[in-house]
């Protein structure tokens, strides 16, 4: 029964140390490993005014980092693999999750969005969907899943215990409902969420053990600092910081290292966010 599943394919890691993994590490979250990336994104800032002042468009850094990480995982497929059942899959899709605020207040009620990932889309499509899904979704205060969560929540203990119990039985055969994981960030490649839209820096966020969802990103408010550059001067760049908190037992640091620079890659030449998420990045790799 674990062979099947709607969500993904099995996958038949080459090694023992591998496959023994979920056995000596089944949780998630006793197999977090998560490091921190400073990006230079000072042509970006330029590129995006740019863009929007001529074209209209409503580029921005948030749309950018989506793009950057959606590219990444499509050409570094171990950052689309997860663990259900002690067994290893690879995700069918590219999915992209993050939390709205409906308004910047510590009361505004959030919403959470999920956005599939196509091969041919681009910077400029990702972000015409980002912001057409955020303004529907702030137009009518919540969306289909948090309508479930509110019913849920409200349910008394004891059923609630029994019914995540079941989800847990239904998770660990792979014969969870879809209509159970539909717009679930706990079922999406990558949940990321922008501090640096509250004035914050990125942290380190854990990962969870409810759902498939393996890769974690906080983003951090654009700033300041100076840099010194390859001619030996000091200056003053646009820079990000972004932290990344993935399972381990999927892929090792020096896969994920490596990963990393296809993202740094495309958020310092914003030239190539604008081409097709399948079209290869050239990174020495």
Same mark, same amino acid.
């Given at each position: 029964?674990?062979n099947k599943r709607r969500d993904g394919v099995r996958v038949k890691m080459p090694d023992g140390f591998h496959n023994i993994l979920p056995y000596v590490m089944p949780k998630r979250t006793e197999a977090e490993v998560s490091m921190t990336e400073q990006f230079d994104v000072t042509d970006l800032v330029k590129y995006m005014a740019e863009r929007n002042e001529k074209e ?109 119990? =079941? !989800? /847990?039985?239904?998770? *660990?055969?792979?014969?969870? $409902?879809?209509? #159970? ?77 490596? =990963? !990393? /620079?296809?993202?740094? *890659?495309?958020?310092?030449? $914003?030239?190539? #966010? ?12």
């Amino acid at each position: 029964m674990r062979n099947k599943r709607r969500d993904g394919v099995r996958v038949k890691m080459p090694d023992g140390f591998h496959n023994i993994l979920p056995y000596v590490m089944p949780k998630r979250t006793e197999a977090e490993v998560s490091m921190t990336e400073q990006f230079d994104v000072t042509d970006l800032v330029k590129y995006m005014a740019e863009r929007n002042e001529k074209e209209g468009t409503e580029l921005k850094i948030f749309h950018a980092i989506c793009t950057a990480v959606a590219r990444t995982i499509y050409h570094r497929p171990k950052l689309n693999y997860f663990i259900s059942g002690r067994t290893f899959y690879q995700r069918n899709d590219i999915t992209l999750s993050f939390v709205v605020k409906q308004k910047f207040r510590d009361d505004a009620d959030e919403s959470l969005m999920f956005l599939k990932v196509e091969p041919d889309m681009t910077f400029e499509s990702i972000s015409k969907m980002i912001l057409g899904d955020v303004e529907k979704v702030r137009k009518e205060k919540s969306n289909d899943l948090d309508k479930l969560m509110d019913f849920v929540g409200s349910l008394p203990r004891p059923v609630l215990e029994a019914f995540f119990g =079941s !989800l /847990r039985f239904l998770e *660990y055969h792979g014969i969870m $409902p879809k209509s #159970l994981t539909a717009g679930d960030p706990n079922y999406s490649t990558c949940l990321l969420a922008n501090l640096g839209s509250i004035g914050a820096d990125s942290c380190y966020h854990h990962l969870n053990n409810y759902g498939t969802c393996s890769f974690m990103v906080t983003i951090g408010k654009l700033h300041k600092e100076q840099k010194l550059m390859y001619d030996g001067t000091w200056q003053e760049r646009d820079v990000i910081n972004c932290t990344f908190t993935l399972d381990e037992r999927l892929s090792d640091g020096f896969y994920n290292a490596k =990963s !990393l /620079r296809i993202a740094k *890659y495309l958020l310092e030449h $914003p030239e190539a #966010l604008s081409e097709e998420i399948r079209q290869p990045v050239p990174v020495e790799l």
